[in-house]
Every structure is written in structure tokens, then in C-alpha cells.
């Protein structure tokens, strides 16, 4: 893989629906969901202008779960509401090992002392859960959870550093695709807004007469739909340590007895949650870690859009 100068463009209609010759979500797609994908081992490769990284996996396992998570009868791995036009889908991919290196390339602007940095983890999962449109298949709304157990992380100061350095790197390329997203996504995150939140739901309220059997999907559709597109990064325990290891690239270091400096530091239950579509004002209910202290957040930020609004209007 490399990354992009410029972010190329959507990907378009599912190439599964195209290659069956359909362009709705139909039996094709549900026969490649229902595949249960085990790899021994895959090598991934990052290239870019300032670095090359690589990800080895062993012991690859992705399979179609229930919304509880958990391996069942395939029809209960996806709800469709027909009403809406849409589907949801869920997916656990989970692995032995990983493995990440990445180092800075010869024709980069990177220290050449700089350390290449090592990642080396044991157990983990992602979880993914998609909203589609029966229709054309595009993806509305998407929440991707990865899960890690205990973690254990060495890292020296120059590795730190080559970490920084290789985020700053990709911040460009990143900035660009968010871009490019959050331009195509008004349409979609409006249809998923509208058909989602509970008092935007009148036009979809069943007629008199509707049968049960409609009402009760389209409850347990709302259980478990997505409001907007979000990432999840869960850790139950990291241990990281930094150490100085200035003084082994000086000489006569040893010699003299200087001796580097260490920062050991534990988190517990580590949690990053990014919302990217999220607008300002909109509310935070379905949010994962949702606590009542973000009412007061919400009413700050309607305050500081209203007044922003309000100052837009004037020019």
C-alpha cells in the first residue's frame, strides 16, 4: 500500500452487487457475509515519503455476528428494515499476534539517528458494524471498535520522537481525505439523522393498519442503528515505558557512568472515541460513553453556534 497525495475518489456501487449483475443488496452479498475468512498469516506494507511501516498478522479469523457479538444463525447477523431501505450488518475480526514496525525511508527528511519503532501485541479484535442502503449497497454510516487486552510498550526517546515525526508525516494526507469525506457526507449524514433520531421519525410512523411484525423490526432496527459514522479505540491495560537512550550516541558515555533517564506510566480502561461527521449542536445521546456532564457540553456548544449564526447573518 502507499499513501495518496491527493485522496482518490469514492469507491462507488459494491463490486460484489456489480459482479452478480444486481445493483440492490440481494443474495450475493449476503453470501459473501456469511464467509467465514481464516488466514494463518498476512504481511501488510505501508510506503510513503517519509516512512515504510509493516503489519503482520497471525492467525487471522473475520466471521458475521449477532449485535450482541456473538457466532449465531447467519439471518441474525444482519436487520433489514424495508421501510427505511436499509441494512445493517455486524463483523468480528480477531487475531493471535501483531506485529508493527516502521522505520524512516532514505529519501526522507527523518533523523538518521532516529530508532525504528516496534509494536508487538497479543490478542485482539475489531468489530465493525455497517448501515448500507438496500438500493445501491453505498455505506451510510459505519462504527469500527478496536479492542486490545494488556499492552506492553517500550519505547525510547528517539523512538518517540520517529512516532511523532511519522504522524506529522501523514497529518497532510489525513487532513486531505477528511476533507474530502465531510464533503461527500452532508447527504448521507442527513438521511441517517433523519431516519435515526426518535423525533425526526413522523414521517416514518406506520400507517394505521401497518402490520406488528414492520413495527417490531423497526424497533430492534433502532436499538442497534448507527447515528453517524464513528471510531472506537479500547485498551484494558498499557504499560508504557520511555527511556533515555541519548547517552549510548555520545561517545565515551559509558565510559564516564551517564546513565538515561525512564518514565514508566499504567492506564486502565484507555478509551479514544472520534466522531468525525459530528456537527456542533447535534445531540450526544447515542455517543458510547454518554454521561448526563455532556448535557452541559451540549448547551455550551448550541450557545456558541446560535451565536456564530447570528454573526454570519449580519455580514
Same mark, same amino acid.
Given at each position: 500500500?502507499?499513501?495518496?497525495?491527493?485522496?482518490?475518489?469514492?469507491?462507488? !456501487? *459494491?463490486?460484489?452487487?456489480?459482479?452478480?449483475?444486481?445493483?440492490?443488496?440481494? +443474495?450475493?452479498?449476503?453470501?459473501?457475509?456469511?464467509?467465514?475468512?481464516?488466514?494463518?498469516?498476512?504481511?501488510?506494507?505501508?510506503? *510513503?515519503?517519509?516512512?515504510? @511501516?509493516?503489519?503482520?498478522?497471525?492467525?487471522?479469523?473475520?466471521?458475521?455476528?449477532?449485535?450482541?457479538?456473538? !457466532?449465531?444463525?447467519?439471518?441474525?447477523?444482519? #436487520?433489514?428494515?424495508?421501510?427505511?431501505?436499509?441494512?445493517?450488518?455486524?463483523?468480528? /475480526?480477531?487475531?493471535?499476534?501483531?506485529? #508493527?514496525?516502521?522505520?524512516?525511508?532514505?529519501?526522507?527528511?527523518?533523523?538518521?539517528?532516529?530508532?525504528?519503532?516496534?509494536?508487538?501485541?497479543?490478542?485482539?479484535?475489531?468489530? #465493525?458494524? /455497517?448501515?448500507?442502503?438496500?438500493?445501491?449497497?453505498?455505506?451510510?454510516?459505519?462504527?469500527?471498535?478496536? /479492542?486490545?487486552?494488556?499492552?506492553?510498550?517500550? /519505547?525510547?526517546?528517539?523512538?518517540?520522537?520517529?512516532?511523532?515525526?511519522?504522524?506529522?508525516?501523514?497529518? $497532510?494526507?489525513? $487532513?486531505?481525505?477528511?476533507?474530502?469525506?465531510? %464533503?461527500?457526507?452532508?447527504? *448521507?449524514? !442527513?438521511? %441517517?439523522?433523519?431516519?435515526?433520531?426518535?423525533?425526526?421519525? @413522523?414521517?416514518?410512523?406506520?400507517? +394505521?393498519? @401497518?402490520?406488528?411484525?414492520? %413495527?417490531? #423490526?423497526?424497533?430492534? +432496527?433502532?436499538?442497534?442503528?448507527?447515528?453517524?459514522?464513528?471510531?472506537?479505540?479500547?485498551?484494558?491495560?498499557?504499560?508504557?515505558?520511555?527511556?533515555?537512550?541519548?547517552?549510548?550516541?555520545?561517545?565515551?558515555?559509558?565510559?564516564?557512568?551517564?546513565?538515561?533517564?525512564?518514565?514508566?506510566?499504567?492506564?486502565?480502561?484507555?478509551?479514544?472515541?472520534?466522531?468525525? +461527521?459530528?456537527?456542533?449542536?447535534?445531540?450526544?445521546?447515542?455517543?458510547?460513553?454518554?454521561?448526563? @456532564?455532556? $448535557?452541559?457540553?451540549?448547551?455550551?456548544?448550541?450557545?456558541?453556534? &446560535?451565536?456564530? !449564526? &447570528?454573526?454570519? $447573518?449580519?455580514?
Amino acid at each position: 500500500m502507499r499513501t495518496c497525495e491527493e485522496p482518490r475518489p469514492p469507491n462507488g !456501487q *459494491s463490486p460484489i452487487a456489480l459482479a452478480a449483475g444486481q445493483s440492490e443488496y440481494g +443474495f450475493a452479498e449476503k453470501v459473501v457475509e456469511g464467509m467465514f475468512i481464516v488466514v494463518n498469516s498476512i504481511t501488510i506494507k505501508i510506503h *510513503s515519503k517519509a516512512f515504510h @511501516a509493516s503489519f503482520e498478522l497471525w492467525q487471522l479469523q473475520g466471521y458475521s455476528v449477532n449485535p450482541n457479538w456473538q !457466532q449465531s444463525d447467519l439471518r441474525l447477523t444482519r #436487520i433489514t428494515d424495508p421501510q427505511r431501505g436499509e441494512v445493517l450488518t455486524f463483523k468480528e /475480526l480477531t487475531w493471535q499476534t501483531l506485529r #508493527i514496525e516502521a522505520d524512516a525511508t532514505e529519501n526522507g527528511d527523518q533523523d538518521p539517528i532516529t530508532t525504528p519503532l516496534r509494536l508487538i501485541t497479543n490478542q485482539g479484535r475489531i468489530q #465493525i458494524s /455497517l448501515k448500507r442502503r438496500t438500493k445501491d449497497c453505498n455505506v451510510v454510516a459505519s462504527k469500527l471498535m478496536f /479492542l486490545l487486552d494488556d499492552l506492553l510498550w517500550v /519505547l525510547t526517546d528517539s523512538q518517540l520522537k520517529a512516532m511523532m515525526k511519522y504522524a506529522e508525516s501523514l497529518s $497532510e494526507a489525513m $487532513e486531505k481525505s477528511a476533507q474530502q469525506r465531510k %464533503s461527500l457526507a452532508p447527504e *448521507s449524514v !442527513q438521511v %441517517s439523522l433523519d431516519v435515526g433520531l426518535p423525533w425526526k421519525r @413522523a414521517s416514518w410512523a406506520q400507517p +394505521f393498519g @401497518a402490520s406488528p411484525n414492520a %413495527s417490531s #423490526i423497526g424497533q430492534y +432496527f433502532d436499538k442497534h442503528d448507527m447515528k453517524e459514522s464513528s471510531y472506537h479505540l479500547l485498551i484494558s491495560r498499557l504499560d508504557l515505558h520511555i527511556c533515555d537512550d541519548s547517552h549510548a550516541r555520545e561517545a565515551g558515555a559509558q565510559k564516564h557512568g551517564m546513565l538515561g533517564g525512564a518514565i514508566q506510566l499504567t492506564f486502565r480502561r484507555m478509551a479514544f472515541d472520534y466522531y468525525p +461527521f459530528h456537527r456542533a449542536g447535534d445531540a450526544c445521546k447515542h455517543w458510547v460513553r454518554y454521561s448526563e @456532564a455532556m $448535557e452541559t457540553r451540549g448547551q455550551w456548544a448550541k450557545k456558541l453556534v &446560535s451565536e456564530f !449564526q &447570528s454573526k454570519m $447573518e449580519k455580514f
